[in-house]
């Protein structure tokens, strides 16, 4: 199994400010790999997906990058309706694992 | 646009199995170029997939529930079932339904999700 290291698991930011989260695979996963934004009580949203492609309607402020093992989800100036948790995934070799979620807060 | 949405029992005992069914609406579970799956996630915790499966293809498993979960398609109602046998507590979580871009790729809908508990 392909495992996802997500770091921080809590990150605490004030509007305006650029945030990084960090996902680690602990083998090569190329580009697979996927951000969602989830808000209690909500499914998850998909946010960038092939690691730096930005889903349809999803403001540029979000950004990805990596390949390989390690990958960066950026926002570049947060917003009040960014804070949520966020979650990285993998989807190489026809499995699935996710990371384990970074809660962003308000400082 | 598409939408998913599952339904099923809240509540199962220890030991027995869970049934869960996703309706598809504004798109066929018959078209080829996705794969229909199910994630979940324990309250307050992370998310867990579980499986996928694409009309006639093969089905992909989370290795750790390969042994207790079926997937199976019913295209005639445009729908996708999850079961999972002998159940723990362990597998108190919200369900959720998702469509697969591509095969077993990033999930770009997702049910609203259902709780189940398992007590």
């Known amino acids: 199994d392909i495992q996802m290291t997500q770091s921080p698991s809590t990150l605490s930011a004030s509007v305006g400010d650029r945030v990084t989260i960090t996902c680690r695979a602990s083998?090569?996963?190329?580009?697979?790999l996927a951000w969602y934004q989830q808000k209690p009580g909500k499914a998850p949203n998909l946010l960038i997906y092939?690691?730096?492609s930005l889903q349809n309607g999803v403001p540029p402020r979000f950004s990805g990058s990596g390949s390989g093992t390690e990958f960066t989800f950026t926002i570049s100036s947060l917003q009040p309706d960014d804070f949520a948790t966020y979650y990285c995934?993998?989807?190489?070799?026809?499995?699935?694992?996710f990371g384990q979620g970074t809660k962003l807060e308000i400082k | 646009q598409l939408q998913l949405q599952e339904s099923g029992p809240g509540l199962v005992k220890p030991s027995e199995t869970l049934s869960l069914t996703c309706t598809v609406s504004?798109?066929?579970?018959?078209?080829?170029?996705?794969?229909w799956g199910w994630i979940r996630q324990p309250p307050g915790k992370g998310l867990e997939w579980i499986a996928a499966?694409?009309?006639?293809?093969?089905?992909f498993y989370n290795p750790s529930l390969q042994s207790r979960v079926i997937i199976s398609l019913d295209t005639s109602k445009n729908q996708f079932s999850l079961t999972l046998s002998s159940v723990t507590a362990a597998d108190t979580a919200i369900y959720y339904c998702?469509?697969?871009?591509?095969?077993?790729?990033?999930?770009?809908?997702w049910g609203q999700g259902t709780l189940v508990t398992v007590s």
């Open positions: 998702v469509r697969h871009s591509g095969s077993i790729d990033w999930c770009e809908s």
């Open positions: 504004g798109g066929s579970i018959s078209d080829t170029s996705y794969d």
């Open positions: 499966r694409q009309e006639s293809r093969r089905t």
């Open positions: 083998r090569s996963i190329s580009v697979w």
């Open positions: 092939q690691a730096s």
């Open positions: 995934q993998q989807y190489s070799d026809y499995s699935v694992t």
